[in-house]
């Protein structure tokens, strides 16, 4: 059973069985004495074979298997000895990649791209690629029946002209970019021709915005190492975005942009964030400006630039919730930080600034300001709206009901009501509302996303109240409803996914009161996420520093164990569904570690809990993450051949070579000397 001071980890004394294997015993957080003897050269070798043998060694490539390879060569770009090879296997696998109507071939030319853009002798050739990709101009127009060519005659006259062309890629790319041009001139002159022409200047759009995710791939490849180069490409990539939202208004299509996802790619590169500011700055759509303005907010804060993110945060015409919600607790750990976002918060205004100030209120209640929380939850319930209707209760939960749920959190927290009603009556009347709407279904209608994710909402806020039982009646209720809307009037066919993620809230409410048995109760009840529920209870209780009990449910999560009559089993006995596929299994030990440090937990303790999590099974994203805590930690670092060794050998990751790219990449990092590794052995 999960009990605050119980913990499940591997067992000395097991050390001959698998090591999934988890057992009880008197220390929290002790592990068996294995220890990894792998020395930074042999791992990186050992990693290197394993690439091979999951990508080159699988046999004749194919356009689906001809990216895997891309990507093991561009790893024998980092070493003199094998440079050339790689560089010139690079070619051959560009080559190979035809164009088809299935569009693999892209990934494959983003891949090189990537690659090549890391070395400064393979830039120009990078760019070359990135701004005449194939396929280029596949219109039904004839005279283009090979779009290179222009791309390639503009080249070689600047060849023609330079006696050192490779001297000057920006030269280069800016002439290169010409070209495109003529494609958007012809994607215009092909819309006012008529319909016969719309699926031509289709393509030449299509190909802008293909163009644009190169210039992207490069600059992240390039970023802070040739700033110059990387913000002439920023300029190209500026132009390309305005002919693409232009080409596709001329349509009579919705311009849409997705700017602020690709700012958040490129705003960890500090000489690039000036001229992204630019970029942003011109940007139409307010909703997309907001959040990308919020991107580069977040980056300047979390480097300390307190001036330059307000300055950034100045300028959003518009900033969501939900971005407010996601970035803003990170990095308001000062008050003044806090103060200076509160004024930009009220200088702003919008139909969004109570959310906003909710979102800060939280950040100030997370870092201990109770009484500096409390006002500004006051100054954020006086401006809602709530106040404007008076049929109070109903507009509550129908204002924003994330708002709401804010509300209902500071009543409970605080100890303290807004105009009468406490997180008692706002609770009840949110209670109502999800019922009334759930119940208010035809039966062969489809439960609606926002109504069921309402109800879960409501069944976490209820659980962290202790009312279990109006918690439970939802979730009987939500389960009914889904049952209808897949099987219709068959009940005995279930799918019970609605109910499970129902019964995940439930448990995390629980988690917020440390009640383990209700914990336990649901996890029972559930057929599926059962360690997606613990990974989030994982986190609940490492945040409120129960250590011990987060370590049991961290088990769960990487399904360790599982649960028969609220008893804990082990795996092999009676296992977990086949339909989930279990990937970063030790990511909720790693978040537990993460919890500890930030608790300033003894970093022994920490590091045993990060090898635990390695050992257990780690994807190539998290173990990303994990190598980047280790970063910032100098008495972490000694562990750094120990973690990546347990990554290479549980390899969860989806696609392995990328795990194994992570491994190399941290390996040349902590050891540059591996730059010149010898290869010749391999």
Same mark, same amino acid.
């Given at each position: 059973?999960?009990?605050?001071?119980?913990?499940?980890?591997? #067992?000395?004394?097991?050390?001959?069985?698998?090591?999934?294997?988890?057992?009880?015993?008197?220390?929290?957080?002790?592990?068996? %004495?294995?220890?990894?003897?792998?020395?930074?050269?042999?791992?990186?070798?050992?990693?290197?074979?394993?690439?091979?043998?999951?990508?080159?060694?699988?046999?004749?490539?194919?356009?689906?298997?001809?990216?895997?390879?891309?990507?093991?060569?561009?790893?024998?770009?980092?070493?003199?000895?094998?440079?050339?090879?790689?560089?010139?296997?690079?070619? !051959?696998?560009?080559?190979?990649?035809?164009?088809?109507?299935?569009?693999?071939?892209?990934?494959?030319?983003?891949? =090189?791209?990537?690659?090549?853009?890391?070395?400064?002798?393979?830039?120009?050739?990078?760019?070359?690629?990135?701004?005449?990709?194939?396929?280029?101009?596949?219109?039904? +127009?004839?005279?283009?029946?090979?779009?290179?060519?222009?791309?390639?005659?503009?080249?070689?006259?600047?060849?023609?002209?330079?006696?050192?062309?490779?001297?000057?890629?920006?030269?280069?790319?800016?002439?290169?970019?010409?070209?495109?041009?003529?494609?958007?001139?012809?994607?215009?002159?092909?819309?006012?021709?008529?319909?016969?022409?719309?699926?031509?200047?289709?393509?030449?759009?299509? /190909?802008?915005? =293909?163009?644009?995710?190169?210039?992207?791939?490069?600059? $992240?490849?390039?970023?802070?190492?040739?700033?110059?180069?990387?913000?002439?490409?920023?300029?190209?990539?500026?132009?390309?975005?305005?002919?693409?939202?232009?080409?596709?208004?001329?349509?009579?299509?919705?311009?849409?942009?997705?700017?602020? +996802?690709?700012?958040?790619?490129?705003?960890?590169?500090?000489?690039? *964030?000036?001229?992204?500011?630019?970029?942003?700055?011109?940007?139409?759509?307010?909703?997309?400006?907001?959040?990308?303005?919020? &991107?580069?907010?977040?980056?300047?804060?979390?480097?300390?630039?307190?001036?330059?993110?307000?300055?950034?945060? %100045?300028?959003? *015409?518009?900033? @969501?919730?939900?971005?407010?919600? #996601?970035?803003?607790?990170?990095?308001?750990?000062?008050?003044?930080?806090?103060?200076?976002?509160?004024?930009?918060?009220?200088?702003?205004?919008?139909?969004?600034?109570?959310?906003?100030?909710?979102?800060?209120?939280?950040?100030?209640?997370?870092?201990?300001?109770?009484? !500096?929380?409390?006002?500004?939850?006051?100054?954020?319930?006086?401006? @809602?709206?709530?106040?404007?209707?008076?049929?109070?209760?109903?507009?509550?939960?129908?204002?924003?009901?994330?708002?709401?749920? %804010?509300?209902?959190?500071?009543?409970?927290?605080?100890?303290?009501?807004?105009?009468?009603?406490?997180?008692?009556?706002?609770?009840?009347?949110?209670?109502?509302?999800?019922?009334?709407?759930?119940?208010?279904?035809?039966?062969? %209608?489809?439960?609606?996303?926002?109504?069921?994710?309402?109800?879960?909402?409501?069944?976490?806020?209820?659980?962290?109240?202790?009312?279990?039982?109006?918690?439970?009646?939802?979730?009987?209720?939500?389960?009914?409803?889904?049952?209808?809307?897949?099987?219709?009037?068959?009940?005995?066919?279930?799918?019970?996914?609605?109910?499970?993620?129902?019964?995940?809230?439930?448990?995390?409410?629980?988690?917020?009161?440390?009640?383990?048995?209700?914990? $336990?109760? &649901?996890?029972?009840?559930?057929?599926?996420?059962?360690?997606?529920?613990?990974?989030?209870?994982?986190?609940?209780?490492?945040?409120?520093?129960?250590?011990? #009990?987060?370590?049991?449910? @961290?088990?769960?999560?990487?399904? +360790? =164990?599982?649960?028969?009559?609220?008893?804990?089993?082990?795996?092999?006995?009676?296992?977990?569904?086949?339909?989930?596929?279990?990937?970063?299994?030790?990511?909720?030990?790693?978040?537990?570690?993460?919890?500890?440090?930030?608790?300033?937990?003894?970093?022994?303790?920490?590091?045993?809990?990060?090898?635990?999590?390695?050992?257990?099974?780690?994807?190539?994203?998290?173990?990303?993450?994990?190598?980047?805590?280790?970063?910032?930690?100098?008495?972490?670092?000694?562990?750094?051949?120990?973690?990546?060794?347990?990554?290479?050998?549980?390899?969860?990751?989806?696609?392995?070579?990328?795990?194994?790219?992570?491994?190399? /990449?941290?390996? *040349?990092?902590?050891?540059?000397?591996?730059?010149?590794?010898?290869?010749?052995?391999?």
């Amino acid at each position: 059973m999960l009990e605050s001071g119980s913990e499940l980890i591997p #067992s000395p004394g097991d050390a001959e069985e698998p090591r999934n294997r988890v057992s009880q015993v008197d220390d929290p957080i002790t592990l068996p %004495s294995i220890k990894i003897t792998t020395t930074p050269g042999a791992l990186y070798e050992a990693t290197l074979r394993g690439m091979h043998a999951a990508t080159v060694g699988r046999g004749t490539p194919e356009i689906y298997t001809l990216k895997s390879h891309a990507e093991f060569f561009g790893q024998l770009l980092n070493h003199p000895a094998t440079f050339e090879m790689a560089a010139a296997k690079l070619e !051959e696998i560009y080559a190979a990649a035809v164009p088809d109507e299935t569009g693999a071939y892209r990934a494959v030319e983003r891949e =090189i791209v990537k690659q090549m853009g890391k070395h400064p002798m393979l830039r120009q050739r990078a760019i070359e690629i990135a701004l005449s990709p194939k396929g280029y101009g596949m219109s039904a +127009q004839p005279e283009r029946h090979d779009g290179l060519e222009d791309v390639r005659a503009l080249m070689q006259g600047v060849a023609d002209r330079d006696p050192a062309p490779s001297a000057d890629p920006v030269r280069l790319a800016l002439h290169g970019v010409a070209a495109l041009k003529n494609l958007y001139v012809s994607a215009l002159l092909n819309i006012s021709a008529g319909a016969q022409s719309r699926s031509g200047a289709a393509r030449d759009l299509d /190909q802008i915005f =293909i163009v644009k995710d190169l210039l992207l791939d490069l600059v $992240e490849s390039i970023g802070n190492n040739d700033p110059k180069l990387s913000n002439k490409l920023l300029d190209i990539f500026e132009v390309l975005e305005r002919w693409w939202i232009e080409g596709k208004k001329a349509r009579g299509q919705i311009g849409e942009s997705y700017i602020s +996802q690709d700012i958040s790619k490129m705003v960890e590169f500090q000489e690039l *964030r000036p001229r992204l500011a630019q970029i942003v700055k011109h940007v139409r759509d307010v909703k997309e400006q907001g959040n990308a303005y919020f &991107c580069l907010y977040r980056a300047y804060a979390e480097d300390g630039q307190f001036d330059l993110a307000l300055d950034m945060l %100045s300028q959003a *015409r518009d900033i @969501s919730h939900v971005v407010y919600n #996601s970035a803003f607790s990170k990095t308001s750990a000062s008050q003044p930080m806090r103060n200076r976002t509160l004024t930009e918060i009220r200088r702003i205004g919008g139909d969004q600034e109570v959310a906003r100030l909710v979102v800060v209120a939280n950040a100030a209640f997370e870092h201990g300001a109770v009484a !500096e929380a409390q006002d500004i939850f006051t100054e954020a319930w006086n401006k @809602s709206r709530l106040l404007e209707i008076s049929g109070l209760l109903e507009d509550f939960v129908n204002h924003d009901r994330h708002i709401a749920q %804010s509300f209902i959190d500071a009543a409970r927290k605080l100890g303290r009501e807004f105009d009468g009603m406490g997180a008692e009556e706002m609770l009840e009347a949110m209670r109502k509302k999800a019922h009334a709407e759930l119940l208010a279904l035809e039966p062969s %209608s489809r439960v609606h996303p926002w109504v069921a994710q309402f109800a879960d909402l409501v069944v976490l806020e209820l659980s962290k109240s202790g009312l279990y039982e109006q918690a439970e009646e939802l979730v009987t209720l939500i389960d009914k409803k889904s049952r209808i809307e897949y099987w219709g009037a068959d009940a005995a066919r279930m799918r019970p996914e609605e109910r499970d993620k129902a019964y995940m809230q439930m448990a995390v409410g629980a988690a917020h009161r440390q009640d383990y048995q209700r914990i $336990e109760d &649901c996890l029972t009840k559930m057929g599926e996420f059962r360690p997606d529920a613990m990974h989030a209870v994982t986190n609940i209780l490492a945040r409120q520093g129960a250590f011990e #009990s987060s370590f049991v449910a @961290s088990a769960l999560s990487a399904q +360790q =164990i599982v649960h028969a009559d609220g008893i804990p089993q082990d795996r092999g006995e009676i296992g977990l569904t086949t339909r989930f596929l279990p990937i970063d299994q030790g990511e909720a030990l790693l978040d537990l570690g993460k919890a500890m440090l930030e608790k300033g937990v003894d970093l022994e303790r920490v590091g045993k809990v990060f090898k635990l999590a390695a050992r257990v099974g780690l994807g190539s994203k998290t173990l990303q993450r994990l190598v980047d805590t280790v970063k910032q930690h100098a008495e972490l670092q000694p562990l750094i051949v120990e973690l990546l060794a347990e990554g290479l050998h549980n390899n969860r990751a989806l696609i392995q070579q990328e795990q194994h790219a992570v491994i190399l /990449q941290a390996l *040349r990092e902590f050891f540059p000397q591996l730059n010149e590794f010898d290869l010749d052995r391999l």
